[in-house]
């Protein structure tokens, strides 16, 4: 089933025209993103098919209405998601729904049975489209790309500088040589020294169960023609510099930061999902507030937290007497412990206007675009720090589960030096109020040290934003991205 958001050309499309066809992978960090990448592509004339599903359909108003004011050319394609034949609930289409991650197996393999309507699909266009850009998490689409005959670009979610650790691991199967998940190694092939440990990196690379996945993520990345990131060069010219060198000079497209894409106040607050609060209560209450005095705490789309640990989160903040504006999972808000604190403990009360809970989905890039959003405390998701980023905050960095997150991190603190860390450095550890507190008084310090970094923070927001303008090197990227699938469309005839 289809459904045409904008009017598809006809019979007198031009063949310079390309189309892309966008296969995100099914979890809010990622199909965030790659929604903006479509309608920034869509801007500049190409043609934009997104792969999705039933439930993931209906969370897309605010990309609808992007692509129903620009009048471009942006469809969805909806195919059926297998939950029964994967034993998942139904409704299970996105990460954040499946109600345990012991389920996260099942739903790879789900989004793998993908490939066979995808497949079907693209082969019934009277046309099939000129190009794919597939997440990377999706290493499936090889096998389409390849039966389609189409060009086959991987978007990573995550930073460049994740990616090639990443790639460094797996071209030198890293996980062969060190059996104990937290011993240190340094990753060999960076352009600086980096040590972690195996429990720092992506679950798959090192879980027993995932070693298909693993060969299957390696083999769609040596066989992509080239890489799409949600970054820029200012902020990770070396990595991608370093990135494509070891891919055989394949090419490295920064196109970000993709949540810069677009300016428009209601789009932004309704990115992902609708946000849970009224957004002009939000902005109300910023705007009573000093110019970078708040600290807005988030975990993304996936992390929850015990019942104990959001009471510490609570009191770490309360502690450090700064004003907040903290966001709390609805399904962490709801369990009965969390519930019975915050409204019969005193919390709300002792912090007064100090303090404003969100409890579900924030409407974030507009949270921290707001001048008085003065540091962010992250989970280090890529696309929140590089939403942070843009916005010119400084972050104080918790990672939380194996990912990209704690390599991240060591971007944030060691190399462009605009976060502190809380100082986790294992996964699921669970952090005191104490350590919360001291954290965000180091994030918020008005001394020379935290000018010294909001300065940098300050300056990497002008050059994001220098990035995505006309001229930018982000905007010669996509572009260089479209010229390259015309180029294919054209040699395809
Ligand atoms: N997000 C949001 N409101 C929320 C939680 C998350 O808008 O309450 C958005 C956030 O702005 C970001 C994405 O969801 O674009 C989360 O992606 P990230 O890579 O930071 O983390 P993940 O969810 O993948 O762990």
């Given at each position: ?17 390309p ?14 993103p ?17 792969i999705t ?9 605010a990309v ?9 050319a ?25 109600p ?38 999706n ?13 086959y ?9 994740n ?61 992509a ?49 609708k ?11 910023l ?8 600290v ?20 770490g903040?309360?502690?450090s ?38 409890k ?7 949270i ?9 405390v992250?989970?280090?998701?890529w ?16 990672p ?78 996509v ?15």
């Amino acid at each position: 089933m289809q459904h045409h958001l904008a009017p598809t050309t006809g019979n007198g499309e031009s063949k310079t025209r390309p189309h892309f066809v966008l296969v995100p992978f099914l979890a809010q960090g990622h199909m965030i993103p790659m929604a903006d990448m479509a309608v920034l592509l869509a801007e500049r004339g190409a043609r934009v098919s997104i792969i999705t599903t039933p439930v993931n359909v209906a969370r897309t108003e605010a990309v609808v209405r992007r692509v129903r004011r620009a009048g471009i050319a942006v469809e969805f394609v909806e195919l059926t998601f297998p939950c029964a034949e994967s034993g998942l609930p139904e409704g299970c289409e996105r990460i954040d729904l499946l109600p345990s991650y012991e389920l996260l197996k099942q739903f790879h393999d789900a989004t793998g049975l993908l490939r066979h309507p995808l497949t079907q699909h693209l082969r019934a266009q009277r046309q099939p489209p000129t190009c794919m850009i597939a997440d990377s998490c999706n290493p499936w689409t090889k096998g389409v790309a390849e039966e389609l005959r189409m060009p086959y670009l991987l978007f990573h979610g995550p930073s460049c500088w994740n990616m090639l650790c990443a790639r460094m691991i797996l071209r030198h199967k890293i996980y062969e040589q060190i059996g104990d998940p937290f011993e240190p190694f340094d990753v060999p092939g960076l352009p600086h020294r980096l040590e972690i440990s195996m429990a720092q990196t992506a679950w798959f690379i090192t879980m027993p169960g995932w070693e298909k996945f693993r060969e299957e993520v390696w083999e769609a990345e040596t066989a992509a023609d080239g890489f799409v990131i949600n970054t820029f060069e200012a902020l990770e010219a070396t990595y991608v510099e370093c990135y494509s060198r070891d891919a055989k000079g394949k090419k490295v497209w920064t196109i970000g930061p993709l949540s810069l894409s677009n300016q428009d106040p209601d789009d932004k607050a309704a990115r992902g999902n609708k946000a849970s609060v009224d957004k002009h209560r939000i902005l109300l209450w910023l705007d009573e507030k000093a110019p970078r005095s708040v600290v807005y705490v988030s975990f993304g789309s996936i992390v929850r937290h015990s019942p104990a640990q959001v009471l510490e989160i609570g009191r770490g903040l309360e502690a450090s007497g700064q004003a907040f504006l903290w966001v709390i999972k609805e399904v962490d808000a709801s369990s009965p412990e969390v519930e019975k604190w915050l409204s019969c403990g005193g919390f709300q009360e002792r912090v007064g206007d100090k303090g404003l809970i969100i409890k579900g989905w924030a409407p974030q890039a507009a949270i921290l675009s707001h001048p008085a959003v003065g540091g962010f405390v992250t989970h280090c998701g890529w696309n929140s720090v590089v939403e942070a980023v843009s916005e010119g905050v400084p972050m104080a960095t918790w990672p939380h589960f194996s990912s990209d997150q704690y390599i991240n991190e060591r971007l944030i603190v060691d190399v462009l030096r605009t976060g502190v860390a809380v100082g986790v450095t294992v996964p699921d550890a669970h952090v005191s109020a104490e350590e919360i507190e001291k954290a965000v008084l180091r994030l918020m310090d008005g001394g020379e040290k935290g000018e010294e970094r909001r300065e940098r923070a300050r300056e990497l927001g002008r050059k994001a934003k220098e990035a995505m303008e006309v001229g930018g090197s982000s905007y010669a990227n996509v572009t260089q991205l479209i010229h390259y699938a015309s180029h294919h469309d054209q040699a395809r005839g």
